[in-house]
């Protein structure tokens, strides 16, 4: 079956073959969604067959995927998705909340949502035969795509910003990946990328270029879809069958874009083959210092306007957003906005999640940081069903970390002095 049918130009709408383009469109740059056959799907397909699947990787959900099933019973690619979904009871009473749950996705192999956009980007590679595949990233992207592509014997070549946290450095050279730091922001990085893929003919995976990150991140929804099904039924088993309630409120943090992006076309695909009623809500949550979706969503447009981006979550500090028009249209088609937190914010979010068991890099707690704000605000009510998505590990940026909380004390080794202390 051929679900892939092509591309259409998030701005203008131009429809475009497979092999017709490869990246944005190319009349206006705009970003291209791909295009799946739902009626092929649907003809051939029913929930069931993917929620009952027993692969618990994101394989399981082929036959939304644009990639074909790869050759041979087991993919050689590392697992990814198939993340935890924890409920967060002691915090959501601090915020008189009632059902609050948190998907971490930290616990994919590389430690960040990053793999399920490589995972589909490394597939597309191999079918395309591509020599090289290349990405700009403050680091978890290019983690990512290095260590999925050292899975099946892939090259890779990675440019990051000289700043990145230096966990992030080492994953990439640990994987392999030829490592270029460059003397600039990310948002040099990515120009850099780009030109220098069209100079060598390498595949580009840019966040927010390549069509496919999108579909990988995209899995992260159909998961969310089926947690949401199972616990739904249950939570109205509790609360009462007939009980009417707010949808699903999920919040996400928000650099390029593309994360939100993809888990709300994940949603619609799921909406238009009629295996989803209702869209969940989706809150998008940016850094202040690093806020241009933010500020277009709350200007009421979709014209990007850069800013000079300065925050302490690396992964979200992005002068110009590559898939902000998607991102603004994820939180205003699904009822829900976008959020600010400050530097401290996020470093309180990620003390708040460690006291959980959660150990959450920066932009992984700003979800959560944009929560507590909005639990406060009002935005959110005190029944509704609220998602966080952590979308990187805490391992990957100590240094945060250890700013988030209290230095430990250094002792002599005697019981003296642990009387003392204590
Ligand atoms: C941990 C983490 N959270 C959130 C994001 C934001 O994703 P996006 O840039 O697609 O908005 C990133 C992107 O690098 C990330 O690494
Ligand atoms: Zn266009």
Redesign the pocket.
């Known amino acids: 079956m051929n679900k892939f049918v092509g591309y259409r130009c998030s701005l203008c709408g131009e429809e475009y073959a497979p092999a017709e383009v490869t990246y944005t469109c190319p009349k206006d740059g705009g970003n291209l969604d791909v295009v799946l056959d739902y009626e092929a799907i649907k003809s051939k397909y029913k929930p069931e067959d993917i929620l009952s699947r027993s692969d618990p990787s994101l394989w399981r959900f082929l036959p939304l995927l644009p990639v074909s099933e790869p050759e041979g019973s087991a993919t050689p690619l590392h697992v990814a998705g198939a993340t935890p979904v924890y409920k967060l009871t002691r915090l959501a009473e601090k915020l008189s909340l009632q059902n609050v749950w948190l998907k971490d996705?930290?616990r994919n192999p590389t430690a960040?949502?990053?793999d399920r956009?490589s995972a589909i980007v490394v597939a597309r590679a191999r079918e395309i035969d591509a020599e090289v595949v290349v990405t700009a990233?403050?680091?978890?992207?290019g983690a990512a795509l290095a260590g999925m592509s050292a899975a099946v014997g892939q090259k890779a070549i990675i440019f990051a910003p000289k700043s990145a946290p230096p966990a992030k450095v080492a994953q990439l050279l640990v994987f392999g990946a030829k490592v270029i730091l460059v003397d600039g922001t990310y948002d040099d990085a990515f120009d850099l990328t780009v030109k220098a893929a069209d100079e060598f003919g390498w595949y580009c995976r840019n966040?927010?270029y390549n069509p496919f990150?999108a579909e990988g991140?995209k899995t992260a929804a159909l998961e969310i879809w089926e947690w949401w099904e199972d616990t739904h039924e249950k939570w109205h088993e509790q609360i009462g069958t007939d009980v009417e309630h707010a949808p699903l409120t999920v919040f996400?943090?928000?650099?390029?874009?593309?994360?939100?992006?993809?888990i709300h076309k994940g949603f619609k695909d799921l909406y238009e083959l009629g295996w989803l009623s209702r869209i969940p809500r989706m809150i998008?949550v940016q850094a202040e210092g690093s806020a241009a979706?933010s500020n277009a969503f709350h200007a009421d447009t979709e014209t990007i306007t850069p800013v000079s981006a300065t925050t302490i979550?690396d992964?979200?500090s992005?002068d110009l957003?590559?898939?902000g028009v998607r991102?603004v249209r994820a939180a205003k088609e699904t009822g829900g906005t976008y959020v600010n937190v400050s530097d401290q914010e996020i470093l309180n979010a990620i003390a708040e999640l460690g006291t959980v068991g959660v150990f959450?890099?920066?932009?992984?707690a700003?979800?959560y940081a944009g929560l507590v704000k909005a639990a406060s605000t009002g935005l959110v009510g005190p029944d509704d069903p609220i998602l966080v998505?952590?979308?990187?590990?805490g391992l990957?940026d100590v240094r945060a970390a250890m700013q988030a909380v209290q230095p430990a004390p250094v002792i002599e080794p005697t019981l003296e002095a642990v009387k003392r202390l204590l």
């Open positions: 996705e930290s960040s949502f990053k956009a990233s403050t680091g978890n992207a966040t927010g990150t991140k996400v943090s928000v650099g390029d874009g593309n994360i939100i992006s993809g998008g979706i979550a992964s979200i992005v957003p590559r898939d991102a959450a890099e920066p932009a992984g700003t979800a998505m952590n979308t990187g590990s990957k």
